[in-house]
């Protein structure tokens, strides 16, 4: 089969099929079996494939515990909160997690503050923007 789309395919099944060649000779030219032939015959578009499952992570058996460390840092201090590396040594230190790697801490870390802040009925946090400088006339 040469590289072509599935679209692609399925329009050459057709017009072969049109012209005259048989199924078997279809499945030949095209190196498809007899359930592709049918349905380049059946229709013009591919039926779409499925989405694979969702995998597991490493990180999830830890997820309930990193988000336990986020709720403690809802009412302590700035300088007392938990950082991403704080959370990844403690899970090393305190829940044997020799499989979890920080960067998939961090990254979880990153996505899950917002969400637990938003859950806990907090606002986001407070960002000073700059602003311009008035015109002194």
């Known amino acids: 089969m040469h590289s072509k789309s599935k679209v692609e395919l399925y329009a050459a099944i057709r017009r072969d099929s049109r012209a005259g060649l048989a199924s078997r000779a279809l499945q030949r030219k095209y190196g498809v079996g007899f359930r592709t032939i049918e349905k380049a015959l059946a229709s013009v578009w591919p039926t779409p494939r499925k989405p694979l499952p969702a995998r597991a992570s490493r990180l999830d058996p830890f997820k309930p515990v990193i988000d336990q460390m986020l709720r403690a840092d809802l009412d302590a201090p700035r300088k007392q909160k938990h950082t991403a590396k704080r959370i990844f040594d403690r899970l090393l230190e305190e829940h044997s997690a020799d499989e979890v790697s920080y960067g998939m801490v961090r990254e979880y870390v990153r996505k899950r503050r917002p969400e637990?802040?938003?859950?806990?009925?907090?606002?986001?946090?407070?960002?000073?923007?700059?602003t311009e400088p008035s015109s002194r006339g």
């Open 116 to 130: 637990i802040r938003l859950e806990a009925g907090r606002a986001p946090p407070q960002v000073f923007h700059r």
